[in-house]
């Protein structure tokens, strides 16, 4: 059992918080520790680095009120001092990272669920589950409200990912329910931004790597299939607004402006101005045809809206690839 002190800041803001951030150095985790921290919170981010990356959060190393824990949620910890917020974001999410790891993902998702959840309750703190549109499978009702239970197959290659994080939706709803633990579950469709990893697997990802080497596309399937995607700093701004919220059944995050993965791609090519081709592949068992947030719950509980047009934040995120590329 590995016991670390989250010190509480003598200076900190009216309101300050410290927060505990799981999965804290992966993409969506190291936006959020740099939000936190320049809103005068304390952090203590937490990651094993099986997919999160030290050059995510190198920037906040040295802040007095950023620390770092290298540890794997999945096996208990103590934690001494105060704790105000547990986000749990640790998790592989990418269909080449759960793939690669499948054990990881269950585990993570299954006793790394339980874990966080003690640390919140022994804490009496407040606790946000990143949960994901994968728990709608491949969705047989579109767009997907949050009242759909899904088209998933437990046993297909991608089930390691969608019942890990359909497990820990049900293990945070019964600690809400036995312990009257404040929680909160965000259901996070399609994001991307700086800070994607070049092996991400996901498309966007993929094509901008592609693009920028001068490689072919690589579509799968045909490209129809559609997806919709939410820009990084939108996403922020929505799992701040539900942190603040009191509501604790799950809340879709993400954008429903929807775009075929073939429109993605020569969108792509039109930004980066590459003259790489579209080439097409085989579709991957139990990819989903179609995804699509119902985010009427988010706007009204919320009052939030994606803002940033896709053109935009690919534009963003194209910039930061060819620096680190």
């Known amino acids: 059992m590995q016991c670390y002190h989250i010190p509480v800041r003598a200076e900190a803001l009216a309101g300050a ?23 005068g919170h304390a952090v203590f981010c937490l990651d094993n680095f099986l997919t999160g990356r030290e050059e995510n959060i190198a920037a906040l190393g040295s802040h007095p009120a950023f620390k770092l824990i290298r540890h ?61 549109s994968e728990v709608y499978g491949d969705p047989l009702v579109h767009p997907q409200p949050e009242s759909y239970w899904g088209n998933v197959n437990s046993i297909g290659p991608r089930g390691v990912y969608d019942e890990a994080k359909r497990f820990a939706e049900a293990l945070t709803m019964a600690y809400h329910r036995t ?14 931004g700086e800070r994607m990893r070049r092996s991400d697997g996901r ?38 607004a539900l942190m603040q919220a009191d509501f604790h059944e799950p809340v879709n995050l993400g954008n429903d402006e929807e775009i075929s993965l073939l429109e ?3 969108l ?40 940033i047009p896709l053109q935009e934040g690919l534009t963003r995120t194209i910039s930061w690839f060819k620096k680190n590329l």
């Open 17 to 39: 918080m410290n927060i505990l951030v799981t999965g804290g150095a992966g993409f969506i985790g190291s936006h959020l520790c740099e939000r936190f921290i320049a809103e």
């Open 72 to 132: 794997d949620i999945s096996r208990p910890l103590t934690v001494s001092g105060t704790v105000d917020f547990v986000l749990h974001f640790a998790s592989p999410a990418s269909p080449p990272d759960y793939l690669q790891f499948p054990m990881e993902t269950l585990q993570v998702g299954s006793q790394g669920t339980l874990n966080s959840l003690e640390i919140a309750r022994t804490k009496k703190a407040k606790f946000l589950l990143a949960s994901t």
């Open 179 to 192: 312990y009257g633990l404040d929680t909160r579950i965000v259901r996070i469709f399609n994001t991307y």
């Open 203 to 240: 498309a966007i990802p993929n094509f901008i790597t592609q693009a920028l080497s001068g490689r072919d596309l690589t579509l799968y399937g045909d490209g129809h299939q559609t997806r919709c995607f939410c820009y990084i700093a939108d996403l922020a701004e929505g799992i701040v």
């Open 264 to 266: 993605l791609a020569k």
């Open 268 to 307: 792509v090519l039109q930004i980066t101005q590459s003259k790489s081709r579209v080439v097409f592949k085989a579709l991957p068992v139990d990819d989903p045809k179609k995804r699509r947030p119902d985010l009427t719950r988010a706007r009204k509980i919320l009052s939030w809206n994606p803002r």
